[in-house]
């Protein structure tokens, strides 16, 4: 029965009480996710050439992938990643189902690896939990629950400061912590709306975020097949189920499964897998530990609850690579290469130079010819940059009208200024030049653009 499914006849949630079983798979996803949080909670403060690891500042639309800087100049490239990002997830559900979810998704890894520890740890197993809550507000009652919630809003505390970090980065985070309160009003009470968030979410929420709130488990519906890998339990080789008995009836065999129902108690959303594959499963593996164990305890084959596909279940076929999932991940490495070419011919800085608009050429004194131009100049790093323009013909001068020597990180200035060309270099009505931008004298790009003049005679 599903996790968010009302009880019945009462109209009120269906609290779930998952058991832990720790086999192999349990020790596995326990290893992954020591990884991860590692990274999580140390990769604010991890720097790449001065830059952070990770960094999504939203509110200043600057962001950080592993120590390169991107601006909103850079919308493209996000906007190709997260097409590259979109293809990946249909490949990855099509030939592995909702894998993701059970082993890497951030909900699941602090629900069963942090709070649900934390809970069993303080209140005891799910036999326990489930009669303590059931049970009436004595002095133990209390004492568990108020320590149990103390742990979850500090776990929240700390969760909901490294998640800043990764928005204002870990500098202005300290300073939110170490300045007077009346300068970081704002982000005071951003750091606790965030751990009141998450707090909620895995004291209360929990397993619903992950069959209603989530998206993720509808789009596995209808992108998976019969080659899809999941999490599924081999209904030819447990059918038709029933419980262990010295008297059997040898013309009525029974199949390998005993009808313990401890598939069902392990679950965290609380499904039945023999049901077959539901959007509610998130492919945590528990079923497929807890079952291994009563198959070993009554000496039959491993993995009657396994990674299978329905034709490997049904037409004993061996998983494949389709020609649906070959189309996706061919579409993937175009794309990838795409993105990788952008992202590594992506110049520091980028300047944009256009000639006035519907202005003619003027004379100037000492035989010069000039054409008025505006210049934009955006700077793509994470330092102040002195810039400068200079022609490439050194016979060819520039003067500013207006100059802006200083470009602030990630910001765009204009600049106007007059390309002044001796006549005697003009031999028709418009003549390419190329102008090139520097930023102390450090070479950082050449532009090309016309100049228009008289011929000379």
């Avoid at 300045?179 to 005071?188: A, D, R």
């Avoid at 210049?375 to 100059?403: C, F, G, H, L, W």
């Avoid at 006549?423 to 009505?429: D, E, K, L, P, V």
Wanted: glycine share 6%.
């Amino acid at each position: 029965m599903s996790a968010i499914l009302a009880a019945e006849g009462t109209g009120k949630r269906k609290w779930i009480y998952p058991l832990i079983r720790k086999g192999k798979y349990y020790k596995w996803r326990s290893a992954i996710s020591y990884v991860y949080l590692l990274f999580f909670f140390a990769g604010p403060f991890i720097r790449i050439g001065g830059e952070p690891l990770l960094l999504l500042n939203f509110p200043e639309r600057h962001f950080v992938i592993f120590g390169q800087s991107f601006w909103p100049q850079d919308i493209f490239l996000f906007m190709l990643a997260s097409l590259v990002a979109l293809v990946c997830i249909v490949l990855f559900t099509l030939a592995f189902g909702r894998l993701f979810c059970g082993w890497i998704c951030p909900q699941t890894i602090f629900m069963e690896m942090v709070f649900r520890k934390i809970e069993e740890w303080i209140e005891g197993d799910a036999n326990k939990r489930k009669k303590l809550d059931a049970g009436p507000w004595t002095q133990d009652k209390i004492i568990k629950k108020t320590v149990k919630h103390v742990i979850f809003l500090v776990v929240s505390f700390l969760i909901a400061h490294t998640f800043l970090a990764y928005v204002i980065g870990s500098d202005n985070l300290f300073k939110i912590v170490t300045e007077p309160l009346s300068l970081h009003i704002v982000g005071f009470i951003s750091i606790w709306v965030f751990t009141i968030v998450f707090y909620l979410v895995y004291s209360q929420v929990r397993e619903i975020v992950c069959t209603v709130i989530c998206p993720y488990g509808r789009l596995q519906s209808v992108l998976i097949d019969q080659d899809t890998l999941v999490i599924a339990y081999n209904d030819v080789r447990g059918e038709p189920r029933g419980k262990l008995s010295k008297n059997a009836d040898p013309f009525n065999l029974k199949g390998d499964c005993v009808d313990c129902g401890l598939c069902v108690s392990v679950c965290p959303t609380g499904i039945d897998i023999r049901k077959g594959t539901q959007i509610e499963c998130v492919n945590c593996t528990a079923c497929i530990d807890v079952c291994n164990d009563v198959m070993v305890k009554i000496n039959k084959p491993l993995d009657l609850i396994g990674y299978y596909s329905e034709n490997m279940i049904h037409k004993k076929e061996k998983p494949s690579f389709t020609l649906r999932m070959k189309a996706y991940a061919g579409v993937i490495t175009i794309l990838t290469c795409v993105l990788g070419y952008f992202i590594f011919s992506r110049s520091d800085m980028d300047m944009t130079v256009m000639r006035g608009a519907g202005m003619l050429y003027q004379e100037q004194p000492g035989g010069y010819i000039s054409n008025i131009y505006n210049a934009e100049i955006i700077n793509k790093t994470n330092t102040d940059m002195s810039v400068n323009i200079r022609p490439v013909d050194p016979a060819v001068k520039i003067r500013y009208i207006q100059s802006s020597s200083q470009v602030s990180k990630g910001a765009m200035v204009k600049t106007v200024f007059f390309v002044m060309m001796p006549a005697s270099h003009i031999h028709s009505t418009k003549t390419d030049i190329k102008l090139r931008l520097y930023n102390g004298d450090q070479l950082k790009q050449t532009v090309s653009t016309s100049f228009v003049g008289p011929i000379n005679e």
